[in-house]
């Protein structure tokens, strides 16, 4: 599917430099400073769109389609953009409009370093914008914010629900973020409340990659929605179901950080057969915080995740796993453990029907493997990260 999409992107950019039609890049969208060539400012605003548009041409022209051979999630920038609140030191105020600015589809991997700031913004990246890199100037300095819930009402009068509550949203392939935080500002609901789903970011595209992030939020914080997605030590903070979704997703290395009045829950991973390849992998992670922690609940009939190397402080409830009130889905969950520690892992007091697992059954779910990684994964950023 991935190669049929990108031989996709490219008839279609045939056909429009055939045609006639100019893809616009609006302000700042610029070559690599490497290669040292910038525009005359002797020129009107339409000539430097003109210039713009021929150098990205023909940076596309020199790459002899060599972009479109292998799925990777490739980290050679073609374009670098910078966003900043300060209007003098950056070619974008906000993000969102950094990536308006870029064409309609997108083929280059473009990097948006986005420069140390509280942006109080709603950010969407649609489906076709793919190769996308968000890099703050670090998860302490760079922080993204919105306060939508599932009650918000949206722009068409009714409520927006979950999907739309998000702060940060992305829909395309091939997406990377680095050293930001996104957060939902929305105050930490009371037990019992409706309508109080408030997701801090939301993955709707394969191959995603998240290097150093932080996610803040209180129900519903991540939204793993679909895709395969890599997770490397990155703080996730929540209360209830907050790392939700129906992904094929592995965290490793991160810090997972209940807030929790009462009872909560870490994961509600929405697995709905056994046809469907996905599920939760936490390998080498931490789980800390308040409150009286379920490790997951069973949002999905064949809901899949697994906790390895993991350390579990006593917030965890010792029996682990909840069936979402519906004891048929005890049958065809699969929900497992493997050489965890701290006091909230021991497995004694688990339900029947989770796992501890063997070292043959663990090994499928400890490694990139598991998310196909060797497809798409390049060593930079599977290496250690800083």
């Not at 006639?20 to 969208?29: R, W």
């Not at 950080?257 to 056994?274: D, F, K, P, V």
Request: with cysteine; net charge positive; glycine share 10%.
């Amino acid at each position: 599917m991935s190669k049929f999409r990108h031989l996709f992107c490219v008839v279609f950019l045939l056909v429009l430099l055939n045609s006639g039609q100019v893809l616009c890049h609006t302000k700042g969208i610029r070559p690599r400073r490497s290669h040292g060539k910038r525009f005359s400012y002797n020129v009107t605003h339409t000539q430097l769109i003109e210039q713009q548009f021929m150098t990205w041409v023909r940076f596309v022209g020199s790459l002899r389609h060599s972009l479109f051979s292998v799925a990777i999630n490739k980290l050679f920038p073609s374009f670098t953009l910078t966003v900043s609140k300060n209007p003098a030191n950056g070619d974008f105020t906000t993000i969102q409009a950094a990536i308006d600015s870029l064409p309609f589809i997108n083929i280059l991997r473009v990097v948006i370093k986005v420069k140390a700031g509280v942006y109080k913004e709603k950010v969407n990246i649609p489906t076709l914008k793919s190769f996308i890199t968000i890099e703050g100037a670090g998860a302490d300095k760079t922080i993204v914010q919105w306060g939508d819930t599932a009650q918000t009402i949206g722009p068409g009068g009714r409520p927006m629900g979950t999907f739309n509550s998000a702060t940060f949203a992305v829909n395309s392939l091939y997406f990377i973020a680095k050293n930001i935080t996104f957060q939902n500002t929305t105050p930490l609901p009371p037990p019992g409340a409706v309508g109080k789903q408030a997701v801090a970011f939301r993955i709707s595209g394969d191959t995603a990659a998240f290097l150093g992030c932080r996610f803040l939020g209180a129900q519903d914080t991540l939204y793993d929605h679909v895709g395969r997605h890599y997770y490397k030590d990155c703080y996730i903070e929540g209360s209830v179901d907050f790392i939700f979704g129906n992904g094929l997703s592995l965290f490793e290395g991160c810090h997972v950080h209940a807030i929790a009045q009462n009872y909560g829950a870490l994961t509600a991973q929405g697995r709905g057969s056994l046809l469907e390849d996905t599920g939760f992998s936490f390998v080498n992670c931490k789980v800390t915080g308040s409150g009286a922690l379920y490790l997951g609940r069973a949002w999905g009939t064949f809901s899949r995740v697994i906790f390895a190397y993991t350390y579990m402080d006593n917030i965890i409830v010792p029996k682990g796993w909840y069936n979402w009130g519906d004891p048929n889905r005890e049958l065809t969950v699969f929900y497992g453990q493997y050489k965890c520690s701290g006091p909230g892992s021991s497995f004694a007091g688990r339900v029947s029907w989770s796992r501890e697992l063997t070292d043959a059954e663990a090994k499928p779910f400890i490694s990139l493997n598991f998310i196909d990684g060797s497809e798409w994964i390049t060593l930079d950023i599977s290496a250690p990260y800083n």
